[in-house]
């Protein structure tokens, strides 16, 4: 059995008396794909800076690649590639200089550096912007170099921070092509999201967490399975009307939802569910049957949705 | 339902509602202004009180002692030194104040926290936002005038009623400074670094050549433009005048009115067509 | 792998400050020499304006019972001030902002730097400005004739003992900021330091209460020592200053690695 990469046991941060992660136990394998799925303010980007070792935990262990990380910042970032949140580039470097500088961070020689601030220009296809600044690039652009950057030190884990979160939906899948790549090539992947499709795409396995604890544990399937039927109807009756509708389809499915504008209806025939609720004299304005995704298990789990 | 969605305002309630914006618009840019200044009234305040005492006691007196030591007690433009430089003392307190506000607020309301760009949104005119950010500004540096002019009755080195003249003149040349450097700023889309640059080589050498410390006849003849040019030294007269009847042609006087005044005026058109350029591109 | 280091230091020293310091050396090559280059106008202006302008009106001023021109008497503490100020807001402004808005830090620190590497390197960067300031404030002073003793050479690293102790003070205040705003109560500090600190008359024009007060602040100490060596009229006093600032050395350094955490790993 290979050494765990990350391993955490009762983990906890507390900024004076809020708790932001509080006590969560978790173990990640070398070549993993890991996920913290959660909504803003669940610990998620904490949790990731502890393991950083940018952030001190209050209390509990946390060891990553065998050392503790409350004592071993510079020697475990060594090991680690880190994509934080929020881009934090060098405004005052171009883009090649800004690959340059940060592998001289790792103490890497000259020629090493410039051999793989070229490479990585290829890899996130920024070579045509090798002399420009950092505020001219796009999102995506500087999404692709802060994950370029963080590749400089060949790191056995990746940390991505929210790694998609405010790009065009074409970016997105550029983005998630090269962590496919990274994935396949070996590296260790922890990741937060709170999207669905991302954690689906890029997770082996995942833990959903809120208010600072883990709700629950598995690959993304095992946990649609458990919490949620295989298909989900949405109907839409009206703002003011779907709390009604919602007493007169008791019955129907395995569960129902009412959030604020639709109903969700639990069952593993959707189609069967619609036409149920025909049968009562019921006609939405609007109707959709899908199939059940990670947002229901978070709605399951936590009574709330994932984006508010 | 219906109420709540659309409401079916009448013609005449939605005229008169632009008329006001039309009419009040720039106070209202001014009183946002002065709502985000609320988040550290507390260290204006205290520097506000400090700067006076620190300035007229611990710099004033202590050059005074030496100066009058020297040049005898009232060798100064025929005033002891204290009651020279006081009102510059006060005036170019209220220039570095309305040069910075100007030049980092307005950058940044176009940049780091756009709030100009929210502002083009509605109804403001780009006329209104530059009238509205001046006098925003006064918020800032009026106050400030105040404890120094306080300061120097207590401390007795005015008399009289002239003193009181110092608010009006204050905000003469805080305006002109903050129109001017709004002009320029308003230009400028990239900090490489420019922005300090100004306050360096520009606001710097103002506030030390513009017969504030001395008199400008001590300096060297070809330095005395930087008095000319200076909004600073024109005041600085002015509030002489004003405070114990410096000696002074009438014309004089006119000039050191109408230069700041001049000033304002061009900065203010100035500024009005850089912000409207640079809101509707 | 077997660590040598010390392990108190493990987790916040990495060895590395040579390349923080390259990318600050990077930055103002590529970027901002010219704003670099330009801030030793600022004490210079100051100079002219001050020292020639007021030294027409006041003449000369007494030193340890030496007349010594007025231009002479403040050059030294020009020196000194610019020194300090430059150390400050390296340390204090420069730190804050690199930290929570251009969040330069919080990239550093996702490589294998330490807290330590930065701060070491943002000091030795900070006294390489001051290096720069102090030898070009040197020729001009030396061209305009007012260094009086050839001891006035020990001025720039005496500037730069200045810089050290206010810059080490400087980052450990910097760890309990929270918003810009805090920075105004250091220049609120500085402010009255920089009037009354003998910067443009000697303090004994001052009740001698309000003196034991100026004598206690570091800026004094500075600008007697830097006036010594380019008046050349040594005093015993020259002593205390040199401790006064290896104390504040080695205190602002301890002070400053014990906040290192709370500055950078919040």
Redesign the interface.
């Known amino acids: 059995m290979q050494q765990l990469h990350i391993e955490a046991n009762q983990l906890t941060k507390r900024y004076g008396s809020f708790t932001a992660v509080d006590g969560i136990d978790f173990e990640i394998a070398p070549g993993e794909s890991f996920g913290f799925l959660g909504p803003n303010g669940a610990g998620k980007s904490t949790t990731m800076r502890m393991i950083a070792a940018t952030s001190l935990r209050s209390s509990g262990s946390l060891d990553v690649l065998g050392l503790d990380a409350n004592d071993n910042g510079p020697a475990i970032r060594a090991q680690l590639g880190i994509v934080p949140q929020a881009d934090n580039l060098d405004e005052e470097l171009r883009v090649w200089d800004n690959l340059f500088v940060y592998g001289r961070y790792f103490g890497l020689p000259r020629k090493v550096v410039r051999q793989r601030a070229d490479a990585l220009l290829d890899f996130a296809q920024l070579q045509q912007k090798r002399q420009a600044r950092v505020?001219a690039l796009s999102g995506g652009m500087k999404r692709r170099l802060t994950i370029a950057r963080a590749l400089m030190n060949e790191p056995k884990i990746m940390l991505l921070d929210e790694p998609t979160t405010g790009l065009d939906p074409q970016a997105r899948h550029v983005l998630w092509d090269r962590l496919f790549r990274l994935k396949d090539s070996g590296t260790t992947l922890v990741l937060t999201t709170h999207y669905m499709d991302e954690a689906e795409q890029l997770c082996d396995r995942l833990v959903v967490v809120d208010e600072g604890k883990i709700v629950a544990e598995g690959s993304p399937k095992e946990l649609i399975r458990t919490y949620s039927t295989r298909e989900v109807l949405e109907v839409r009756f009206g703002t003011a009307k779907n709390e009604e509708a919602a007493g007169r389809l008791a019955g129907i499915g395995d569960r129902i939802e009412v959030l604020p504008d639709r109903l969700l209806v639990y069952d593993d025939n959707g189609e069967q569910a619609l036409t149920a609720v025909g049968e009562r004299g019921l006609h939405p304005v609007t109707s959709l049957v899908r199939r059940a995704s990670l947002e229901d298990v978070f709605l399951r789990l936590t009574g709330r949705s994932l984006i508010e | 339902m219906t109420e709540l969605l659309e409401p079916q305002r009448d013609r005449e309630q939605a005229v008169a509602e632009y008329r006001r914006v039309r009419r009040w618009g720039w106070w209202y840019v001014a009183e946002h202004r002065i709502r985000s200044m609320r988040?550290?009234v507390?260290?204006l305040f205290?520097?506000g009180i400090?700067?006076p005492i620190?300035?007229l006691l611990?710099?004033g007196?202590?050059?005074g002692?030496?100066?009058n030591q020297?040049?005898g007690d009232n060798a100064?433009d025929g005033v002891g030194?204290l009651e020279f430089i006081a009102p510059a003392l006060l005036l170019a307190g209220v220039m570095v104040t309305a040069a910075q506000e100007s030049t980092f607020g307005v950058f940044g309301g176009f940049k780091w926290t756009p709030i100009f760009l929210g502002m083009r949104d509605t109804a403001l005119t780009p006329a209104q936002i530059v009238t509205g950010f001046a006098l925003g500004t006064m918020a800032r540096y009026v106050p400030a005038a105040c404890f120094y002019m306080i300061a120097m009755y207590a401390f007795g080195i005015i008399h009289g009623w002239g003193g009181l003249l110092m608010i009006p003149i204050a905000m003469l040349l805080g305006t002109a400074i903050s129109t001017a450097v709004m002009a320029w700023v308003s230009t400028q889309r990239?900090d490489?670094?420019q922005l300090?640059?100004v306050e360096?080589?520009v606001m710097?050498?103002l506030t030390?050549?513009s017969g504030t410390?001395?008199p400008l006849e001590?300096?060297?003849e070809g330095l005395h433009w930087v008095g000319w040019i200076s909004p600073l030294w024109h005041t600085a007269e002015l509030g002489r005048l004003a405070t114990y009847g410096s000696e002074q042609t009438l014309w004089l006087t006119v000039v050191h009115i109408l230069y700041p005044v001049a000033l304002a005026v061009a900065g203010w058109f100035l500024s009005v067509r850089h912000f409207t350029k640079r809101l509707t591109s | 792998m077997t660590d040598v280091r010390p392990r108190m230091l493990a987790g916040l020293y990495a060895r590395n400050t040579r390349s923080v310091v390259a990318r600050g050396m990077r930055v103002i090559a590529r970027?901002?020499w010219?704003?670099i280059v330009?801030?030793f106008?600022?004490p210079v202006?100051?100079l002219?304006?001050?020292g020639?302008?007021?030294g027409?009106?006041?003449?000369s001023?007494q030193y340890h019972g030496v007349d010594v021109p007025?231009a002479a008497y403040i050059a030294p503490a020009l020196m000194a001030v610019s020194a300090m100020n430059g150390a400050v807001y390296d340390s204090t402004m420069n730190v804050f902002f690199k930290m929570h808005y251009a969040k330069l830090y919080q990239g550093m620190l996702s490589t294998s730097l330490g807290p330590l590497d930065i701060a070491l390197g943002e000091i030795i960067l900070a006294l390489f400005r001051g290096l720069l300031y102090a030898s070009g404030f040197m020729v001009v002073t030396t061209l305009m004739g007012l260094n009086l003793a050839w001891t006035a050479i020990f001025a720039i690293p005496a500037a730069l003992i200045i810089a050290f102790g206010f810059a080490a003070f400087g980052m450990a205040i910097t760890s309990f900021m929270k918003t810009f705003?805090h920075l105004?109560?250091v220049f609120?500090i500085m402010?009255?330091m920089f009037?009354?600190s003998a910067t443009?008359?000697p303090i004994d024009?001052?009740p001698e209460p309000l003196q034991w007060v100026i004598m206690a602040m570091p800026l004094w100490h500075g600008v007697d020592m830097i006036r010594m060596l380019t008046t050349g009229i040594f005093e015993q006093a020259m002593i205390y200053h040199l401790l006064y600032f290896v104390i504040m050395i080695v205190v602002g350094v301890f002070f400053a690695t014990r906040r290192l955490k709370a500055l950078f790993l919040r």
Not at chain 3, 56 to 59: E, K, R
């Open positions: 505020d | 988040n550290y507390g260290s205290i520097i400090g700067s620190m300035y611990g710099l007196a202590g050059l002692v030496l100066v020297n040049q100064v030194y990239n490489r670094g300090s640059f360096r080589f710097t050498p030390l050549f410390y001395f001590t300096l060297h | 970027n901002n010219l704003i330009t801030g106008f600022e202006f100051y002219f304006s001050m020639v302008g007021l027409a009106l006041i003449g001023v007025y705003q105004d109560f609120f402010m009255p009037l009354l443009f008359f024009v001052y």
